[in-house]
């Protein structure tokens, strides 16, 4: 069992930057954002594997950066130029194997879920 606790959500203006945390209580490979907006289905933001492997979304290439510290077992979700539509519930997930296609897939094959933290865009 590996628990995750996300934080660091909050509200900005678009535009602006916010870097979101995600403290996992064991080493795991593969560990990723993923995101839920109100009325919208689950959708794969980023994932990221031990050895720094990196996948994202197309709606966020270039904008987002995820990024991990292997010593602590966090990762970071760096968001830069935030859009109102970035404005969800934005989960931290894991599992065991390879990171893959978790992001194309939404999430799905992810074992382990955190809680979520809310990233609020205004415009």
């Known amino acids: 069992q590996v628990d995750l606790v996300e934080s660091g959500g909050g509200s900005v203006q678009a535009g602006g930057s916010l870097r979101i945390s995600c403290a996992a209580s064991?080493?795991?490979?593969?560990m990723g954002w993923f995101r839920q907006a109100p009325g919208k289905a689950r959708e794969g933001v980023a994932t990221?594997?031990?050895?720094?492997?990196?996948r994202y979304a197309a709606s966020v290439k270039g904008r987002f950066t995820i990024s991990r510290d292997n010593a602590k077992n966090i990762i970071y979700l760096q968001m830069n130029s935030l859009k109102p539509d970035d404005t969800a519930m934005y989960y931290c997930?894991?599992?065991?194997?390879?990171?893959?296609?978790?992001?194309?897939?939404?999430?799905?094959?992810?074992?382990?879920w955190g809680k979520g933290t809310l990233v609020t865009i205004s415009s």
């Open positions: 997930a894991a599992v065991r194997t390879l990171c893959s296609d978790k992001v194309q897939r939404g999430g799905a094959g992810m074992d382990y």
């Open positions: 064991g080493h795991i490979n593969c």
């Open positions: 990221i594997s031990s050895g720094d492997t990196t």
